[in-house]
């Protein structure tokens, strides 16, 4: 004898059963091969990264103005540099931009490389100027006539 409800409940036969069968084989196929290509022996790296970062949090970067400090004293501790005057301007998101003037090239060459290793990560852009080199050329007064050959 059965109940009125468990009659709606009785389990397909024949051909409605054939497509949930198809699609639970088909599932644990896929599932089986993406464990085992995650936790094969093949690469037990990966294993150790993912469980080994589960509970490791994110390093902290340092704030702006500290890195500042640090690249500004790294550049006044450098002997061939010594007596320039840098500046550490934030030029947008993890960029900052290396500014002043130096005597020769060797000397800026050398003042943004310190400049990119006191900085770990973050990018440094180099606008550091050459005396002699990069001065500006004085314009023409307003008004002059200027001569012509």
Known sequence: MQVAITRGLRRPTGD??????????????????????????????????????????????????????????????????????????PAGRGVLELRGWVGNRAARARAFRIAQQAAGIEEIANRVLVRGEDDPSPSPRRGTVLESA
């Open 16 to 89: 409605a059963l054939a497509p949930w069968t198809l699609l639970g084989f088909g599932a644990g196929l896929a599932a089986g091969f993406l464990f085992g290509e995650f936790f094969g022996a093949g690469d037990r790296r990966r294993l150790h990264r993912v469980i080994g970062g589960l509970g490791r949090k994110a390093p902290r970067r340092p704030s702006r103005s500290s890195l500042v400090a640090v690249v500004l004293a790294a550049l006044a501790a450098e002997p061939g540099l010594a007596g320039e005057t840098f500046d550490l301007l």
